[in-house]
């Protein structure tokens, strides 16, 4: 029944289990397929809007990068963005700046002589060809010297402009109005082709670099100049030797020795002259260079606008245009000197002309004769000598003929000459009208930018003065305003350092304060604790102390107490002096037991007490004794008594031992009667007792036991003592002990 | 204290001994002596040694009861002479 039960319950519960299971796995598989369907679209979708917004991003940022319009607008317009694209591409490039142009400065050609028109007259024909040279090579150099040198980069115009500007708003405190360089100098430098970009660039020098450069070629062009000067001088005077000589050799007829002499020093002269003349032309030419290269360089300068080289500038100035001016005068001179050489030279050329005629016709005449006529004399014939002075009339006649005509010529040609000369003279004083005007007007400017250069520095004293009262001003003002602020910040400061200061303290006051507390508080705890292990350590060394005394005590009690047995058979003990000494130094504080210990008899102390036993065994000698005497007294104490008293002895007989009552009746007062109650007493240890009741003997028997009882006395009295010590020490001690 | 009681019957036997011989002696020499050799002198002289001795036996066994006194003359108001009365 109950198997079937469960059968079925089985297999009910697998049905249902089963049946569970296959329903479930359809709508799984319904919710899987309905997911799985759902989920590929939303996977879908999902995947296509990141899609979307990821390449909207990457295209914004890519295109942002390219364009930096875009980038800036999209910036402005989406918050965020700025630091989107930060991340991302960097930093946004920064705005392009127009370049300003630079101003060009032009460089004026120099205003001297031709160098050309210098050189081409003091050459000798066969030196033309040099100067030709030399002339295609100057105006290249002339081209070159103005040449620029290469213009510097722009970084040092800009640091130099830099510089330049913090120099001029050090000098003046206002806002420096910026060099003409510091204005482009964001620009990247566009180096400019021909007549250059020095001034600005060269204005980038400084003051002190310009004056030592103006200085070394001013000082470099002075020595030239000097030089080209000698050398033009040496030139000058090497051409009047020269045309001095040749109108000696001209003019003179001296012999032939000296005229071969003269010749041969013209020779040397002109060789002389020639190489002078080239000197000076080459000196003029460095000297040209030289100032070239100063009215550069002092272009240079005015060009920088720098005040401080403004008089030196000015110097400079005028020292080129005085060298200028001596070199042009000592070129005039060489000039006027080379004309009259030329002169000259024309009519030594025309008299050697001439002389070269008359020989050609004194040879065309005379042929044999050779050309040195003045070895003629004594080898001419008269022929020879007719023809030769036909010869000289014709000649004279025809030069007379001439002559006249150019008598005739003369004044025409005078005329000529002259209105040549007016042309030569009125071109000569255009030249040096002109150049007396160049040189005026030379000297005006430089006056003019003297006085110029005056009233700027008086301007500039003055605009300084100005300037440094509104300096003054504005440094006082500043100063007030500074001091004004300094003391509200002072102030600002101070309150906030004192409120600082306050909360510190009161800070580190509560912390001190908590540590204090604390601190006292475990000081006390610890204090207390102290206190408290050193009261249980006093109490407990107290007990101990108390506890070791009653030892003692107790030890020396026992002592005591057991020298008592020392007694020998008839000996008495020791003496107990030094047991008692020892009990009373153990109880040295204890009242009680001092008086207990001083209460013990001093003859036990000094002589011993003597034992029972013996006290016992000295009793029957004492009773016998006793016994013997019992008759005598005060009264009867002759030797008849004695005799009666051993008589009454000998026949008397009583009990040994009698049990003593309670209470003594006077009847029981008679000796015989004591001594037995005190022998059953002795012999029953009790010796007090029996002591008691030898105390009651009278007369002689009494005198027989008092000694005996002395000492039963002392042995009783100081066995209470020890007794009643040891009890206390007992007591003491078991007071003192503590329980474990 | 027995000690003593012997002793002294010690002592009076060794005095008695030696009162009764000098007694004895004496008496022996004086009847020698003078009196022609008879024993009374012998008997006396012995016998006095012998009270002698008995008496300072007695004496000596005595001694402890023995009371020393003095008379003192009291004011005569009274008439009758203290006795004082010091023990030994």
Known sequence: M???????????ARQCVCGKVAAHPLQHCRRYTSAGDSGVTAGKIVAASLLTVGGGLGGTIIYAKWDPKFRSNVEK???????????????PPPAPVIPVPKKLAKVEPLQ?????????ESKQPKKEKKVKEAVPQEPAAAEEAPAPPPAPPSQTIEEASAEAAHIISAISEVPSVPAPGTSDDASP????????????????????ALSSNLDETLGSSAKVTMAAIGAQEAALTAIAVHTQKLKEAMDAEGAPDKKSAQWRALEDALDGRSRAVDEAGAALLRARDELEKLREVINVAKGSNI??????????????????????????????????????????????????????????????IKASWKGLAGKLTTDDLNSLIAHAHRRIDQLNRELAEQRVREQIHIESALEQQKLEHQKALETAVVTALEHNREEMRLEQEKKVAEVREVMEAEMRTQLRRQAA?????????????????????????KNKMNEQETHYRRLTQEQLDTFTLDMNAAYARLKGVEEAIDS??????????????????????????????????EPLEAAAVVVRESCADNEFAQALASALPAESLSRGVYS???LRARFQDVRRLARRVALIDETRNSLYQYFLSYVQAALLMEPQQEAPPQRLSPADLDTFKLLSYACYSMERGDLELAAKLLNQLTGEPRRVAQDWLNEARLTLETRQAISLLSAYANAVGLGTTQAP | MEEEYGRKWDRCLADSAVKIGTGLGVGVVLSVLFFKRRTWPVAFSAGMGLGMAYSNCQQDFRSPYLLHGRMVKSSPSYGCPLLLLQDQ
């Open chain 1, 2 to 12: 109950l198997r079937v039960c469960l059968k079925g319950a089985n297999a009910a």
């Open chain 1, 77 to 91: 317009t989406v918050p965020y963005s700025d630091k989107l694209f930060g991340m991302t591409l960097g930093p």
């Open chain 1, 112 to 120: 001297i002589s031709s160098v050309s028109e210098a050189t081409k």
């Open chain 1, 189 to 208: 430098p566009s180096p400019a082709p021909e007549a250059a970009p020095e001034p600005p660039a060269e204005a980038a020098a400084m003051p002190a």
């Open chain 1, 307 to 368: 005040d401080a080289a403004r008089p030196q500038v000015l110097a400079a100035e005028e020292n080129l245009h005085n060298m200028i001016v001596d070199l042009d005068k000592v070129v005039g001179k060489v000039q006027a000197a080379q004309s009259e050489a030329k002169i000259v030279s024309q009519y030594s050329d025309l008299v050697n002309e001439a002389k070269a005629q008359f020989q050609k016709e004194l040879d065309s005449i005379t042929p044999e």
């Open chain 1, 473 to 497: 001003a504005h440094t006082d003002h500043l100063r007030d305003v500074l001091k004004v602020q300094e003391q509200e910040l002072r102030a600002e400061a101070d309150e906030t350092l």
């Open chain 1, 540 to 573: 407990h060394v107290i007990a101990e102390e108390e506890a070791r005394k009653a030892h003692q005590l107790w030890l020396s009690v026992e002592a005591l107490n057991y020298s008592l047995r020392t007694a020998g058979v008839d000996a008495p003990t």
């Open chain 1, 612 to 614: 029972e036993a013996s």
